[in-house]
């Protein structure tokens, strides 16, 4: 039987403090605790423009592919409903040929989507393999891909567009590769900081006196390190793209009719007669791209803020 010491309260000896307790009022260490990834998934849930950029996007991304089922064919012809506003028949209205606008405005939505994604999935990737060479390997080989950049950056995007379109013609894989080649170099000078932050790294040099190439090492330890960053330059990038899209059917080099897009739905109302008297015509895919590219500019914003190392937790 244990003595009890003198002026210690019974019931109270030999019980340990418990190590179990929870952080402090407030949640003190709580941040500490939290993995990068689940800081990063706080601050942009804490992004309130982010939040539902985040929301809009879906729908925006949503509602086109299920064009199908919502609105009928978008090239249509109805002749007994030639450039009549909106009613119950047509939400939208119809075009100058009978179209329903509304169905081309959810189709023209694919299109337009389509070209962003994927010309900034194209810049994306080729911006990480150049920036990448570049920062890991230096010297000579940096200054070429950089000098080759700057060309590249120094060249207007619809010029390359005009150009390409003229040569094979204009068509949805002529915008995809004319804005991928000439978006490039955003991400590939992000990539090329990381890798120049990377390539004195112990674990870098220890690797690479293991017998580890340059590819194992771009593979393994850069796209890795260089991924949240590019994601952010990946999101303005399809905004960017968007617009580019947009301009281009927009003059007659993008998309051609009768396929739908938000463009060259644009086009068909150039006429100041039409602008005026049939707003109809290029309000839905006025706004439609506004709101696209609004949400994903808030994405982006949302993204770069979360990532950011300094940012709050």
């Known amino acids: 039987m244990t003595a009890t010491p003198a002026g210690a309260p019974a019931g109270k000896v030999g019980k340990k403090p418990s190590m179990e307790k929870g952080p402090g009022p407030g949640g003190a260490g709580r941040g500490a605790s939290a993995s990068p990834r689940a800081r990063a998934v706080r601050r942009f849930r804490r992004n309130r423009l982010a939040v539902a950029g985040s929301a809009v996007l879906g729908a925006v991304v949503l509602v086109p592919l299920l064009a199908p089922l919502i609105a009928g064919h ?18 939208f209205g119809t075009d100058t040929s009978g179209r329903d606008v509304f169905a081309r ?14 010309a900034a999935l194209g810049a994306v990737v080729v911006g990480t393999l150049f920036g990448s060479v570049s920062g890991l390997f230096g010297g000579v080989i940096d200054n070429v891909i950089m000098r080759i950049a700057d060309i590249v950056m120094s060249f207007p995007t619809v010029v390359v567009i005009l150009v390409l379109a ?11 590769v004319a804005i991928g080649l000439t978006q490039w170099p955003v991400a590939g000078r992000v990539v090329r900081g990381v890798t120049m932050s990377l390539r004195d790294r112990e674990y870098i040099q220890a690797a690479e006196a293991s017998g580890a190439n340059a590819w194992w090492l771009i593979r393994k330890h850069i796209v890795p390190a260089a991924l949240a960053p590019v994601t952010v330059t990946g999101t303005l990038a399809v ?5 580019l899209e947009t301009t281009a059917s927009f003059l007659g080099l993008g998309v051609r009719p009768p ?7 644009l086009n068909d109302a150039q006429n100041l007669t039409l602008i005026q008297t049939m707003p109809w015509l290029w309000i839905p895919p006025g706004v439609a791209i506004a709101v696209t590219v609004l949400a994903v500019n808030f994405v982006g914003d949302g993204l770069r803020d979360a990532v950011t190392p300094g940012g709050r937790t």
Do not use: E, F, K, Y
């Open 74 to 91: 978008p090239n249509a012809v109805d002749l007994d409903a030639v450039r009549q506003g909106p009613s119950g028949a047509h939400w």
């Open 105 to 118: 405005t959810l189709h023209a939505g694919r299109v337009s989507l389509l070209v962003g994604l994927a």
């Open 166 to 176: 003229g040569i094979v013609g204009p068509s949805v894989t002529v915008l995809i």
């Open 239 to 243: 905004a960017q793209a968007i617009m």
């Open 259 to 265: 396929q739908a897009s938000w463009g060259n739905m």
